[in-house]
């Protein structure tokens, strides 16, 4: 089956972002197709750290609002929710923060009671899975009645995209989150774990924003925003993710999860795009990318001399000294707890780090970088 996917130009987000979502769900057949009056929809945007929307780190509250007035036009019950990145407690106050520092709490500040503070998480079932058979997950998006998926568009360092198919791992509450990185080390396994999270939470649509979007070392602060004027949608993750990596001109299977996808059979990468014709040239992936294909040369060496290269040549996070402020985030993010801090910064112990470049995403004061550093 063809998926549907809607591109639409936006050039910003004051004028152009209601007409282009409009035309996105138009496209799409219209709010009303997705959203029944009287239903719970949770709108979930990507809450990753704390971080002003100028950044291009976290989806934009007038993006998200614009969303959420189109529910309320419907008869829908929206309520925005999220689970912020692995170092960052899923707690009442760290949302209040969160909701603070992201802009949420003054866009929305004639609807704060529909920003979530329920913590509550509830262990559901993974039927048919790839890798996991039950996972913790916020109690709250599971009992919604419609999720539609707000990814923003982003690099990243350990998946090379954060589209709409990782932007659900945000389901996972808080903390909780450095667990999977400690269990699935490998990208193949990881990859799988966020596809299970994906059919379990089974969003019903996403809205991507890509007017702000987020390039090189995603996805957080390391990373550089680019304006790229774009909106994508889709009833399907996957198709938007497919589209989102031909926008940039990025090969299918050079994304993990869209090519474990493509080798189960759990997606086509076969879409119809509707709207505008957009590419965006010169998108700077992470410095972590190595290839855009299985038949690049540096592709086929790292496949041959793995290990060889994973020690030699891989990236690996480094304090920077004079910019940390000894927080602790990073500490709390690390799944294998292979980061102390000193009298001065925190110091990373490279025999226990396994590279998930969870600190590096989590820093807020963007004081750990990547660098080859031969052990």
């Known amino acids: 089956m063809t998926e549907i996917v809607s591109v639409r130009k936006a050039e910003d987000y004051e004028n152009s972002l209601s007409g282009a979502v409009d035309k996105v769900l138009n496209d799409l057949g219209g709010i009303e197709r997705f959203v029944k009056r009287g239903d719970k929809v949770a709108l979930k945007p990507n809450f990753i750290v704390y971080s002003a929307p100028s950044k291009g780190i976290v989806t934009h509250p007038l993006f998200t609002f614009e969303i959420f007035k189109k529910v309320l036009e419907v008869g829908g019950e929206p309520f925005v ?21 992201t802009g949420y709490w003054d866009i929305f500040k004639d609807y704060r009671e529909f920003l979530n503070f329920d913590t509550s998480t509830e262990i559901v079932e993974v039927k048919n899975g790839l890798l996991l058979n039950k996972i913790r997950i916020l109690k709250r998006l599971s009992d919604s009645d419609v999720i539609i998926n707000l990814p923003k568009m982003k690099t990243h360092t350990l998946t090379y995209l954060s589209g709409a198919v990782k932007n659900m791992f945000g389901a996972i509450p808080g903390i909780e989150k450095t667990s999977y990185h400690s269990r699935f080390r490998n990208i193949n396994d990881f990859s799988k774990a966020i596809i299970d999270i994906l059919h379990t939470t089974n969003p019903t649509l996403s809205i991507m924003d890509g007017i702000l979007s987020l390039e090189g070392d995603g996805p957080a602060m390391m990373g550089k925003p680019k304006n790229t004027g774009v909106i994508l949608g889709s009833k399907n993750p996957f198709s938007l993710d497919f589209a989102f990596s031909d926008i940039i001109g990025l090969n299918h299977s050079s994304v993990p999860y869209l090519k474990l996808s493509l ?10 795009i509707i709207g ?3 590419k965006i040239n010169n998108y700077e992936l992470p410095q972590t990318f190595h290839g855009n294909s299985t038949t690049e040369i540096i592709y086929m060496y790292n496949k041959i001399v793995s290990p060889i290269y994973r020690r030699l040549f891989v990236q690996k996070p480094k304090i920077i000294k004079n910019k940390c402020i000894r927080c602790g985030v990073c500490v709390r993010s690390c799944p294998e ?15 226990m780090c396994i590279r998930c470049y969870c600190c590096h995403e989590q820093c807020p004061e963007g004081a750990i970088d990547l660098k080859r550093i031969n052990l």
């Open 263 to 272: 080798e189960n059979k759990i997606s086509g990468d076969s879409y119809k």
């Open 276 to 278: 505008d014709k957009i």
């Open 81 to 101: 929710i999220d689970s912020p990145g692995s170092g960052i407690p899923f707690n009442k106050p760290s949302l209040r923060y969160l909701y603070k520092s």
């Open 337 to 351: 707890r292979a980061i102390s801090l000193d009298k001065i910064s925190a110091q990373i112990d490279y025999n």
